[in-house]
């Protein structure tokens, strides 16, 4: 019987702006902009590229954001405000 001896908690996406190969873990996921059309409020889920520093939607990969994520989104940008 197969055994599994670990599992790469890493995952892929492709920069749509300059097309680097990405690989990312999920603690690295931020909340971007909310869904369209969505009555929950959800919001899409975001890395940033390290080359072109654009934001690279990986809600197909992770699914929409976390309401923590959602959170820490707004109070940065209250900070940012400030």
Not at 48 to 68: E, F, H, I
């Amino acid at each position: 019987m197969p055994e599994i001896i670990g599992q790469d908690p890493k995952r892929k996406a492709r920069c749509n702006n300059c097309g680097s190969e990405l690989s990312f873990r999920l603690d690295e996921v931020k909340a971007g902009d909310p869904i369209p059309h969505d009555d929950e409020g959800e919001h899409h889920s975001v890395i940033t590229c390290p080359k072109c520093r654009k934001s690279v939607n990986v809600t197909a990969q992770v699914g929409p954001a976390t309401a923590q994520q959602v959170k820490q989104a707004r109070d940065r940008d209250y900070d940012d405000y400030l």
